[in-house]
């Protein structure tokens, strides 16, 4: 969990520094910053790939491109592999390095090879325009507003209290955002409760230029990925299905375990984790896991801590 902003337009040095303060509490592993005349990125750093070399935000050889990243590749050596073949020189062992290459190959068609959870703003020098893009699933979160007033540019940040510290913000009430909280208890993409703030919907992209912002651009729909899964449940049996899934499952724990940290899991008594805990001891790991009891519940029938400390004996975790 990093924590990235910034913007497109003239620097704000005091804007930037209220900002970085507000996502410190996402990365507390380093700080950067880069800007010039035309925009500025800003990163704090939770360090999980590469982390001697992997700081933020990063540029290109040439310096045309920078970037900063929250969230991980996990097929990102797969790729780092295919553009190397292709004459590509890579200067770290990061994900995030992994994205400027591949932007410079394929410009935004790079979504399509992503695999993994991401929000990421990449600035190209040469078309004096800023790309922010967010994963399939919305899995990483990334707010920007349409129009900051009074400033002419857009703004964009992992969480919304960093866009209000940076100002200029209009802060009158999104209806929508507030029915969607009162009907459901979450405020629905792409509303906040903020007028002046919007969310990225997942699967999209959107640009930032002299001529101001794009609408956002989807470049993956789940309606798509559910069409395509029941067109395959349709031509298999039951017990074709749940192979699938297994293998499914087994190979996203696979890819969750790419990491140069030790990884972890929230582990209640519930079939979803205790399934997940299961299958990374099977994957060769020893992982930590995290179990979270409220005062409240302690000796109650709602209290999952007993069992999930059985669990953890039974697993070998490091509890």
């Known amino acids: 969990m990093c924590g990235i902003s910034g913007w497109a337009g003239a620097p704000d040095p005091e804007a930037a520094t209220r900002m970085s303060v507000a996502l410190r509490h996402r990365g507390p592993d380093g700080q950067g910053r880069w800007n010039d005349a035309h925009a500025t990125l800003l990163h704090e750093r939770l360090s999980i790939i590469d982390v001697a070399g992997g700081h933020q935000p990063m540029t290109n050889e040439d310096g045309r491109l920078q970037i900063v990243f929250n969230g991980e590749i996990y097929n990102y050596r797969e790729l780092r592999a295919e553009l190397e073949a292709q004459g590509h020189v890579f200067r770290t062992e990061s994900d995030t390095e992994v994205l400027l290459h591949l932007y410079q190959a394929k410009g935004t068609a790079m979504l399509q090879d992503l695999r993994g959870m991401y929000a990421f703003a990449l600035w190209d020098a040469r078309k004096q325009a800023l790309l922010l893009a967010r994963d399939p699933f919305g899995i990483k979160p990334l707010y920007y507003t349409p129009a900051s007033t009074g400033q002419g540019t857009l703004r964009f940040a992992s969480q919304v209290k960093a866009l209000l ?18 009907l459901w208890g979450s405020v629905p993409a792409p509303y906040t409760l903020y007028r002046g703030i ?39 049996t039951q017990g074709d299905a749940l192979d699938a899934i297994g293998a499914a499952v087994r190979d996203s724990i696979a890819a969750h375990h790419v990491a140069d940290v030790p990884v972890g899991m929230f582990l209640s008594a519930g079939i979803d984790s205790a399934l997940i805990t299961a299958l990374s001891v099977a994957h060769g ?24 400390e059985q669990l953890s004996a039974q697993f070998g975790t490091r509890h």
């Open 165 to 182: 510290a940076g100002g200029h913000v209009d802060t009158a009430p999104e209806p929508a955002g507030h029915t969607g909280y009162f």
């Open 198 to 236: 919007r969310a990225l919907p997942a699967g999209h992209y959107l640009w930032v230029g002299g001529q101001g912002a794009t609408e956002p651009v989807p470049f993956c729909q789940i309606t798509d990925i559910l069409a395509h899964a029941a067109n395959n449940r349709a031509r298999g």
């Open 285 to 308: 790991e020893r992982p930590h896991a995290l179990t979270l009891a409220f005062a409240e519940y302690v000796g109650s029938a709602n209290d999952e801590s007993p069992l999930a």
